[in-house]
Nanobody, 124 residues
Framework: QVKLVESGGASVQAGGSLRLSCAASGYTFGLYCMGWFRQAPGKEREKVAI????????SYADSVKGRFTISGDNAKNTLYLQMNSLKPEDTAVYYC?????????????????WGQGTQVTVSS
């Protein structure tokens, strides 16, 4: 059974940093596309960062490029999102999700396993 558990959300001041973690279980972590998504109040869920199976490629939303970094630790079955230079517009619930196996990660309909989310609040 696939299980994803996020942690690390908090309230921070603008300009601060946070690292989110997503503990994965029930499958071979390193083989699958993994992603971070977020949903702000009154807005649709959006992609933040995607990492392919084997960590061969990464992609980011334009709004977070240069500030956020997605990474994974296969030994710990854990996905991370390092968030620097946080802005108030980064405030949202952040979710990790498992996508398809392999390297083609852009079909978001294939992200069928989701964590419960972790709240990030950035104040100005």
């Amino acid at each position: 059974q696939v299980k994803l558990v996020e942690s690390g959300g908090a309230s921070v001041q603008a300009g601060g940093s946070l690292r989110l973690s997503c503990a994965a279980s029930g499958y071979t972590f390193g083989l699958y596309c993994m992603g971070w998504f977020r949903q702000a109040p009154g807005k649709e869920r959006e992609k933040v960062a995607i990492m392919s199976g084997g960590s061969y490629s990464r992609s980011y939303a334009d709004s977070v490029k240069g500030r956020f970094t997605i990474s994974g630790d296969n030994a710990k079955n854990t996905l991370y999102l390092q968030m620097n230079s946080l802005k108030p517009e980064d405030t949202a619930v952040y979710y990790c999700a498992r996508g398809p196996q392999g390297f083609f990660c852009d079909d978001y309909d294939q992200y069928t396993n989701w964590g419960q989310g972790t709240q990030v609040t950035v104040s100005s």
